[in-house]
């Protein structure tokens, strides 16, 4: 990717981030988004499964419910979506059949992702149109996002597990966790 | 057709008999979506039989020290479903004559005779050891002369080869089967290619008389609101059936083609507001009911496009029922009945919520996120659209973080009589 190119993502990215961070202010898992269309910012998301008791709101649920409100979904074919964990099978699923033209993420989603994490739904056989994916933005920054929230006890789970005798750890090695599996 | 009584709140007194008569498959392994993802079919009986040959001898203390010190990078997971320790009188036939009689290995005492009285004794036990390939015979010999009895003695452990079944049964009858032709087996509710038949088979159980019913129910939800040309002929019924006396939680249809001022959009070549699929609404909905019972504003942010709220008499009648306890967790021990197979957006939003099972009508070749074979029941590595797309999203244990019980519901009337009961295309995602 070229030093323009670069910069031009990593602005994005920045943005999903600050959604992020804002997720986990507000006790939700920290992963953020954006859509941007003719380089502008058309409409942020953050998950809000928690506060929601629905494991369905996800960021992207959550942007294009905001998006679509406003917006025909036909401006989606022109549109690419920034988000700071690589979309779940569901958000991969959906992504494909509005017709996103790009995804670009930070991490990779070793236990539910969509885009390459686990599943390959941007480009399996499908009647939808594939689309591209571009991983590894910031992604140390999501990493620690995660690792922070992480560590905090979840009350919502029914049988809360014991993670106060964790440790928040700050190293992350190239192929460490949040890496493609191939 | 049904003989349990059901609570007037728990069926729609406005539901007619089902058009058709519906029918569980009476074979749920052919039926059941068992074969998840894999390119690999569940290992045949004649793939399992291999030439690996444990030792084996007798006596029964002490072993493991033993064992762990002469072959300390020991693999015992590799061979768990085989039974470690086992009597004379519990071993196959062929193996209490070949060692009755055998004058092989290296002979515990020199006296025949009184050997064979102690075979025969039950406080005589034959023990597992090891893959042949994990030790040399001599080496294992040695490893024993040095410890009790063998180091007081000169006499030698006696040591067989018996061929074993590389792999863990699939069923409680294989495994009886192969305890009886090769070495006693246990078998282990772990079945990484699919749920075992007999959970399957509790399962069905306790689904089939209903399940009809409710698939019914999800026909008629989508109906009322398909004529409204709100939505595509999908609908979706989620059961609370943990209780012991089946509740139905919620009740929501497809309503794509609603417009975000509640006006029916007109159809195009488009999506639809593919959050507004039944199977969102009605998770949703389950989520909703959960923030009222904890005593908070169901309607949490909450918006337009999602489609959440009731949208016909019956979505709304269910909606409104108070019955699900405050401590619960998503949809955890619920069952939800989709008239066609979900899409792989829906059906990871079934298993992100926790369901315990899912029954869905008409399956989906072109869309479908939920079957890993095809019409035929045969796996691909590489599925043809049109043939299932193979990803079987409620059974991958080892990459998804959930997984649950799926089937189709065929009705082989309907099979027989060659009638589709509708006629929503091929290539809708459901």
Not at chain 2, 307 to 336: A, F, H, K, Q, W
Request: charged letters at 25%; proline letters at 7%; a neutral charge.
């Amino acid at each position: 990717m070229n030093p323009d190119k670069k910069a031009y993502h990593e602005r994005f990215m920045r943005e999903a981030i600050a959604m992020a961070e804002l997720a986990l202010r507000s006790d939700e898992t920290p992963v953020g988004c954006v859509f941007v269309k003719d380089d502008e910012i058309i409409g942020r998301g953050m998950n809000e499964t928690n506060r929601t008791l629905n494991g369905t709101r996800h960021a992207e649920f959550v942007a294009l419910a905001g998006i679509l409100s406003k917006l025909p979904i036909s401006i989606l074919k022109e549109t690419d979506l920034y988000v700071t964990v690589e979309p779940c099978v569901m958000c991969a699923s959906m992504l494909r059949q509005y017709g996103i033209r790009a995804v670009y993420f930070g991490c990779w989603n070793e236990r539910f992702g969509g885009t390459g994490g686990v599943l390959n739904i941007h480009s399996d056989i499908s009647v939808d149109k594939p689309y591209p994916v571009h991983g590894g933005i910031f992604r140390e920054e999501a990493i620690m996002l995660l690792r922070k929230f992480y560590v905090q006890e979840n009350e919502k789970a029914p049988e809360p597990k014991q993670k106060r005798t964790r440790e928040l750890k700050t190293e992350i090695s190239p192929m460490d966790i949040h890496a493609p599996k191939k | 057709m049904s003989t349990l009584t059901l609570s007037p709140a728990s069926v729609d007194s406005r539901l007619s008999e089902p058009k058709t008569r519906f029918a569980l498959p009476s074979r749920p392994s052919r039926h059941m979506l068992s074969n998840c993802l894999r390119a690999m079919p569940l290992p045949s009986r004649s793939e399992h039989l291999i030439v690996d040959q444990p030792f084996l001898f007798r006596c029964a203390k002490l072993f493991n020290s033993v064992i762990s010190k002469a072959i300390p990078d020991l693999k015992t997971n590799d061979f768990q479903h085989l039974r470690r320790v086992v009597q004379f009188k519990f071993l196959p036939p062929h193996l209490q004559k070949t060692f009755r009689s055998s004058k092989g290995g290296v002979v515990l005492t020199e006296d025949p005779s009184e050997e064979d009285v102690a075979e025969q004794d039950d406080t005589v036990r034959y023990f597992l050891v090891s893959p042949s390939k994990a030790i040399q015979h001599a080496a294992l010999v040695d490893a024993f002369r040095q410890n009790p009895p063998w180091c007081e003695s000169k006499a030698s452990p006696r040591i067989f080869y018996v061929t074993v079944p590389t792999f863990s049964p699939t069923s409680s009858e294989q495994a009886a089967q192969w305890s009886v032709e090769y070495w006693p087996i246990t078998y282990k509710n772990t079945n990484p290619y699919g749920p075992h038949p007999s959970l399957v088979a509790r399962n069905v159980a306790e689904i089939e008389k209903d399940a009809g019913k409710w698939l019914a129910l999800a026909e008629k939800a989508a109906e009322q609101v398909y004529s409204q040309n709100l939505g595509e002929r999908v609908g979706c019924v989620i059961v609370d059936n943990s209780k012991g006396r089946p509740e139905i939680v919620a009740v929501a249809a497809d309503s794509r083609w609603r417009n975000p001022t509640g006006e029916p959009e007109t159809k195009n070549d488009g999506p639809g507001n593919v959050m507004a699929h039944a199977v969102e609404r009605a998770i949703a909905m389950v989520g909703k009911k959960r923030l009222r019972a904890v005593g908070k504003d169901p309607d949490t942010l909450d918006r337009k496009l999602f489609c959440d709220s009731p949208l016909t008499d019956m979505e709304r009648r269910y909606y409104e029922l108070d019955n699900l306890p405050s401590n619960g967790y998503l949809c955890v021990e619920l069952d939800i009945y989709v008239t066609h197979e979900p899409c792989v957006m829906c059906s990871m939003a079934i298993l992100h919520s926790r369901f315990k099972r899912c029954i869905f009508g008409r399956r989906m070749p072109y869309t479908g996120g939920l079957t890993a074979d095809n019409a035929e029941g045969k796996m691909e590595e590489k599925p043809k659209l049109g043939d299932g797309l193979g990803h079987g999203i409620f059974w991958r244990p080892s990459e998804l973080n959930w997984k649950l019980l799926a089937w189709e519901f065929t009705n082989e009337e309907d099979k027989e009589n060659g009638k589709i009961s509708d006629h929503t295309p091929n290539t809708l995602q459901a």
